[in-house]
C-alpha cells in the first residue's frame, strides 16, 4: 500500500475513567505491528523537512527506516547518535508543533507519527540494552554543568560523547530536574527517566545530588578548582503568583510545589512515603498551560472529586497541547472558560473556602492577532472551593545568578547568552535552557544543552 493510502495509528490509552483514578502511564505505546505500519508511511524525503522542526537534529527518516525494515535496535542506535533522552522526547515533546508540522503528508492528511516512532524506538532500546552509546577517548578537560534538567542532562550526553569529563551539580536529591519533580508519573514514568539518566552515568557523567551552587559552592570556586568551563542550566524553578487578596490561605498551592511533593516526593503514595499532599473535594486550577492540565489531572487522581481549569481566555487560546487539553476533558476535568479569579476566600482557620471570579469576553485582536480578554463589569460570582493550584508560569531561581558576579542579565532576570555558542558574559561560563530563554518545553531546553556543548567543545579545543 502507499505511503499516503495507510492511515495514521493512534495511540493506543487506558481508559479514562479507570487512568483518572490512578498514576499508570497514560499512553500505552505502539505495538511492534502498528510501529512497522506507521513507519511505512513515511516516504523518505530527499531533503527531510521534519528534521528542521527537530531542536536536537534527530536524524528523523534515518531511523524510521529502520523500524519499517524491522531492524528496531539500529532504530534506537540511530535515534542515539542526536538525542540523548529518546524515550522521555517520545512522551512529552510537542511533535505536532515541531518535527511533525514540517511533514509532507501532513499537508493533504495526517503526518507521519514521529514522536511515537521515536518512543517506540527509544523504549526498545531500553529493554534490549544493546544501544548503549560508547565511551571516547577522553579530552583531559573538565566541564561542571549546574541543574540536572533537560539542559544539563542534553550538555552532558554530547559532552561525554565528545570525551570530556563531566560533574552535574544538582540541588535536589534526585537528578531529572523538571523530568522528575514536574511532568507526572502518568505522562512521563519515572523509572523512564531514570533509565536515561543511568545510561549517561555509564558514558562517566559524574551525578552530585544536593549540591545547592550558590551556597555550597559558587561558579567562580568551580573554575578555580579545575573545571575549565561551566555550563548554567537551571532552568526556571521560581513560581509567578496573581498577587490576588487570599495566595497566602492554607490550601493555595504553586503548581511547583503541588507537582514537586506528588512526583517527587511520591506524595500520590502516601502514607507508604511521608510527604502528604491536601487536597479537598473541589480544586480550581488557575491557568490552562501543559503544567496546569498536569496539575489538575494530579488533583483527580489524588481524591478530588471536581477539579476546574479557570482560564481567562477562550479554548482556542489555551497555550496547553491538544493531546493534554483531551485527555484531560475525558478524565472529566472542567473547563471555566472566559473566567478569571480575583480574590480567594478563607474560612475563620485560615483555609480556603471559595474563589471569586469574574466573567470575561474577548475583545478586538492587537497587534499580534491574539484577542485580549475584557472583563464583564458587574459579573462576579462565587465557587466553593478547597484548594487552588496557581499555574500561570515560572521565572529564574536567582541563587546562581545573584551570586556570580559579572554574569549579565536581562531585564527579567535571565542571563544573556550568545545566541550561537551560548556563552555568557563571562569566558568559560556558558548558559542555556529556562534559565536564558524564560519557561520553555523540554526539547527546547535540551537543544540548548546540545548547542552549549558545542560551543563549549569548540571552546576547549581553541582556548
Keep these: 500500500m502507499a505511503a499516503n493510502k495507510i492511515p495514521r495509528h493512534e495511540m493506543p490509552c487506558q481508559d479514562s475513567k479507570a487512568r483518572a483514578h490512578n498514576f499508570e502511564e497514560v499512553a500505552l505505546g505502539y505495538t511492534k505491528e502498528m510501529a512497522v505500519e506507521e513507519a511505512q508511511r513515511c516516504l523518505q524525503c530527499k531533503k527531510p523537512l521534519c ?27 540511530v535515534l542515539k547518535i542526536k538525542n540523548s533522552l529518546p524515550a522521555i522526547c517520545g512522551r512529552v515533546c510537542p ?23 521515536e518512543r517506540f524506538a527509544a523504549d526498545y532500546g531500553m529493554k534490549s540494552k544493546k544501544a548503549e552509546m560508547e565511551k571516547t577517548e577522553p579530552s583531559g578537560k573538565r566541564v561542571a554543568i549546574i541543574g540536572a534538567g533537560p539542559a544539563g542532562l ?18 535536589l536529591h534526585v537528578a531529572g530536574g523538571v523530568l522528575m519533580y514536574g511532568i507526572p508519573q502518568f505522562r512521563l514514568p519515572k523509572d523512564i527517566v531514570q533509565t536515561e539518566i543511568d545510561t549517561l552515568k555509564q558514558m562517566g557523567v559524574e551525578i552530585l545530588t544536593n549540591q545547592v551552587v550558590g551556597k555550597v559552592t559558587s561558579v567562580d570556586e568551580l573554575m578555580a578548582n579545575g573545571y575549565d568551563a561551566v555550563f548554567i542550566g537551571t532552568g526556571a524553578g521560581l513560581p509567578y503568583f496573581m498577587n490576588i487578596p487570599g495566595e497566602n490561605l492554607n490550601g493555595v498551592y504553586s503548581a511547583n510545589e503541588f507537582l514537586t511533593r506528588t512526583n517527587l516526593m511520591k506524595g500520590y503514595k502516601f502514607p507508604d512515603y511521608a510527604t502528604p499532599v491536601k487536597v479537598g473535594k473541589n480544586v480550581a486550577v488557575l491557568g490552562a ?18 477539579v476546574y481549569i479557570i482560564y481567562r481566555r477562550s479554548r482556542d487560546e489555551m ?25 480567594i476566600e478563607g474560612d475563620e482557620r485560615g483555609w480556603v473556602k471559595s ?7 474577548l475583545g478586538e485582536p492587537d497587534a499580534s492577532g491574539r484577542r485580549a480578554p475584557v472583563p464583564i463589569a458587574g459579573s462576579e460570582f462565587e ?4 484548594t487552588v493550584v496557581v499555574a500561570i508560569g515560572q521565572g529564574p531561581n536567582p541563587l546562581v545568578t545573584t551570586s556570580t558576579p559579572g554574569l549579565e542579565l536581562n531585564k527579567r532576570g535571565n542571563i544573556v547568552a550568545d545566541p550561537e555558542t551560548l556563552m555568557t558574559s563571562k569566558s568559560g561560563v556558558f548558559a542555556g535552557g529556562d534559565i536564558v530563554t ?17 560551543g563549549i567543545d569548540a571552546y576547549l579545543k581553541t582556548k
Excluded: W
Excluded at 474563589?355 to 469576553?361: D, G, H, I, K
Design 438 to 454: 524564560g519557561a520553555a518545553t523540554v526539547i527546547l531546553a535540551m537543544g540548548a544543552g546540545k548547542k552549549a556543548a558545542a
Design 51 to 77: 528534521r528542521t522542526g527537530c531542536p536536537v537534529e534527530v536524524l528523523i527518516p534515518d531511523f524510521i527506516k529502520q523500524i519499517a525494515e524491522e531492524n528496531f535496535e539500529e532504530a534506537s542506535k
Design 319 to 343: 497555550p496547553a497541547r491538544k493531546e493534554e487539553l483531551e485527555h484531560a476533558e475525558e478524565e472529566g476535568i472542567q473547563f471555566r472558560l472566559l473566567t478569571n479569579p480575583v480574590s
Design 355 to 361: 474563589l471569586t471570579c469574574l466573567r470575561y469576553e
Design 95 to 117: 511533535q505536532e508543533s515541531q518535527c511533525e508540522s514540517k511533514c509532507i503528508l501532513g499537508i493533504k492528511g495526517e503526518p507521519v507519527a514521529i514522536g511515537r516512532l
Design 383 to 386: 465557587i466553593e472551593m478547597d
Design 154 to 171: 542534553a550538555c552532558a550526553g554530547d559532552l561525554a560523547k565528545a570525551g570530556h569529563a563531566v560533574t552535574i551539580f544538582e540541588a
Design 289 to 306: 498551560g501543559n503544567v496546569a492540565m498536569d496539575s489538575a489531572r494530579t488533583a483527580l487522581r489524588l481524591g478530588a472529586e471536581n
